[in-house]
């Protein structure tokens, strides 16, 4: 399936720290994109990377795209302790689908 | 705060009943979204409507039953539901293209917590 799987399950970090977050999958995309989740709240989405770039910023948040390597990474600078959440990555294929993984939980320490 | 509004927020039925799941979307997109999402799994894509035709049912249960009056709403319809039906049921919408692309960002909701007792 072309389902993305994140990676670490778990991430907690200190405040001021990078975290880093890994996302792979197995078929060919035409995106990726990555969304963060408060708890018990809905989805809400940080940014697309289409499959002909390799790197693309927002803020403090970068994301690479390796197409050959099937695999991506979201790397938040400068953590804060609202960025605590989970983290998804989610692929959107030929068939139109978007495919989310099970998510990252992401906890930054005060 | 995403311009998707979803009503109740919390719901908490029996097996036997039957209840109602709203979403309303206030950003012009002509593509709306059901999800399931449970503990430890990954969110699980339900129905997808585009200009108000049903364009996904992945293998739902009969006992969920979607509506799309209309672009901006889009309804769930539950009955005779099963404890593990219980989660967080999301909905979301996107702007399609002509060629049926849903390729694009997705705008979610905060969801309803449902409890099936």
């Known amino acids: 399936s072309q389902q993305g799987e994140e990676d670490p399950q778990a991430l907690s970090i200190q405040e001021g720290e990078n975290a880093t977050m890994n996302c792979s999958y197995k078929?060919?995309?035409?995106?990726l994109q990555w969304y963060r989740q408060n708890s018990g709240r809905g989805l809400v989405h940080l940014i697309l990377?289409?499959?002909?770039?390799r790197e693309k910023h927002s803020g403090r948040l970068r994301v690479t795209l390796d197409t050959s390597k099937k695999s991506s990474s979201l790397l938040i600078t400068a953590s804060r302790a609202a960025d605590t959440a989970s983290y998804f990555c989610?692929?959107?294929?030929?068939?139109?689908?978007?495919?989310f993984g099970k998510g990252i939980t992401l906890s930054v320490r005060p | 705060e995403t311009g998707v509004t979803q009503t109740p927020r919390h719901l908490v039925m029996g097996m036997t009943n039957k209840k109602s799941l709203k979403c309303e979307q206030h950003?012009?997109?002509?593509?709306m979204y059901w999800y399931k999402q449970s503990a430890k799994k990954p969110l699980e894509l339900m129905f997808v409507?585009?200009?108000?035709?049903?364009?996904e049912n992945n293998s739902v249960p009969s006992r969920f039953s979607p509506e799309c009056p209309n672009s901006s709403h889009l309804f769930l319809h539950l009955h005779t539901l099963q404890p593990e039906d219980s989660a967080l049921y999301l909905c979301?919408?996107?702007?399609?293209?002509?060629?049926?692309?849903?390729?694009?960002?997705?705008?979610f909701g905060p969801g309803t917590r449902l409890t099936v007792t």
């Open positions: 990377i289409r499959s002909n770039e």
């Open positions: 979301a919408s996107s702007q399609d293209t002509p060629g049926g692309s849903l390729f694009y960002e997705q705008y």
């Open positions: 078929t060919s995309i035409n995106n």
């Open positions: 989610a692929t959107a294929g030929a068939n139109s689908k978007l495919t």
């Open positions: 950003l012009g997109h002509n593509a």
């Open positions: 409507y585009s200009l108000e035709e049903r364009v």
